[in-house]
């Protein structure tokens, strides 16, 4: 593209005209969203009058589905959503202002799969742990919740799952977002690195970069978060964090190597917490932790897994998690399956197992990102 100072009289008259047509268009849009929140404004009182849900996830969803069915010349499925996402947002807030606990600190993964749902204008909260998240939930110090709950080649998170086993919140959303690792010190040189700080997690997520770089041997300080371990290596000379691009940047870290995860698809789940239950939207998901009576008995497992089957309900993931009793080997099973738990088949699940499942809630089911052909 041309300078413009180089440009044509002709061309930066065509150039003017094209600015003033976007700025009428953006006028339109504007006093179009101002209309839209002030029908979303009418709803928010009925809803409040009524003591309704705020944050309808299904809704949400139906409205990006039936957007992202017209025809479009360039706005992507991802660029829709993107945008009104943040307009969801607004409107929550313009509804009842919201209070959003993560595991913290800012800039952690959680942070971003939060705002990505509750934007820009929502209070937020960093909390340390996973259970501290759903004890500030459960003692009213905010309305929602977003921890992690699984990672594409790590697995569950067992403190998110050992606490809705317990609890009486709900899953009401779910988020995947792609995880880009980076390794950030102060250290010119590898070789000056003493110790390592991560999330727990993301060590196994990097272990063929660490194994390329001759870093197995050195010490591994797992901390609570990846934000975390940038902010301590930012204070330790020495030291070296794996962590988000995003947190290092925070912290003023320097970035060393990017992308050191092992996998390019490194994906993780997120789910949003709160207290109150979705209605079905039409593509949903439940998730229950089973307690099954007798469970050392042959067959036991088996039949369970034969109910759903039966019914011709997909289960999309099945793990199992020691349960602390005074036998110290029992264990429960966190159980995903498609469908809600109002469908008449996912009804009949529950009326047979009865209190040998307890329901963590049925939500609609995200769509994952899409990743690179790595072939």
């Known amino acids: 593209m041309k300078p413009e100072s180089t440009q044509t009289q002709s061309e930066q008259s065509a150039l003017e005209q094209l600015r003033g047509r976007i700025d009428i268009i953006d006028e339109q849009i504007l006093a179009l969203l101002d209309s839209r929140l002030e029908i979303v404004a009418q709803i928010g009182k009925t809803k409040l009058k009524h003591k309704s849900n705020i944050y309808r996830p299904e809704r949400e969803r139906a409205i990006i589905e039936r957007l992202c069915a017209l025809e479009s010349k360039h706005l992507t499925?991802?660029?829709?959503?993107?945008?009104?996402?943040?307009?969801?947002?607004?409107?929550?807030?313009?509804?009842?202002?919201?209070?959003?606990?993560?595991?913290?600190?800012?800039?952690?993964?959680?942070?971003?799969a939060a705002e990505s749902r509750f934007?820009?204008?929502?209070?937020?909260?960093?909390?340390?742990?996973?259970?501290?998240?759903?004890s500030a939930l459960e003692s009213k110090q905010a309305r929602y919740g977003v921890v992690p709950i699984e990672n594409n080649t790590n697995g569950i998170v067992g403190e998110c799952i050992d606490n809705l086993a317990n609890s009486s919140l709900k899953i009401v959303s779910e988020i995947i977002m792609p995880i880009h690792l980076s390794f950030a010190t102060e250290c010119e040189h590898v070789s000056e690195i003493e110790r390592i700080y991560s999330k727990d997690i993301a060590f196994g997520q990097c272990n063929a970069f660490l194994q390329a770089h001759n870093l197995l041997n050195i010490p591994?300080?797992?901390?609570?978060?990846t934000a975390k371990a940038a902010?301590?290596?930012?204070?330790?000379?020495?030291?070296?964090?794996?962590?988000?691009?995003i947190a290092a940047k925070l912290y003023a870290l320097p970035l060393m190597f990017s992308d050191v995860q092992d996998h390019l698809g490194n994906q993780t789940r997120f789910v949003i917490l709160s207290d109150f239950h979705n209605a079905p939207s039409g593509n949903d998901k439940t998730s229950i932790f089973a307690r099954l009576q007798g469970f050392e008995k042959a067959g036991t497992l088996l039949r369970f897994l034969e109910s759903f089957s039966r019914a011709h309900i997909n289960l999309t993931k099945i793990d199992s998690r020691p349960i602390r009793s005074k036998n110290s080997f029992d264990s429960g099973f966190y159980v995903d399956f498609l469908g809600h738990r109002d469908d008449e088949k996912i009804a009949q699940i529950f009326d047979e197992w009865g209190e040998q499942i307890k329901w963590l809630g049925s939500y609609p089911a995200a769509q994952a990102p899409s990743t690179p052909d790595t072939r």
């Open 77 to 112: 499925q991802d660029a829709i959503e993107a945008i009104y996402q943040e307009i969801f947002a607004i409107s929550r807030n313009l509804e009842l202002p919201e209070k959003i606990a993560y595991l913290g600190p800012v800039g952690s993964y959680t942070h971003q």
């Open 220 to 225: 591994q300080i797992p901390v609570e978060s």
């Open 231 to 245: 902010q301590l290596a930012k204070e330790d000379k020495k030291a070296a964090a794996i962590c988000s691009h």
């Open 119 to 134: 934007g820009a204008m929502s209070e937020y909260l960093p909390i340390n742990t996973i259970s501290a998240v759903f």
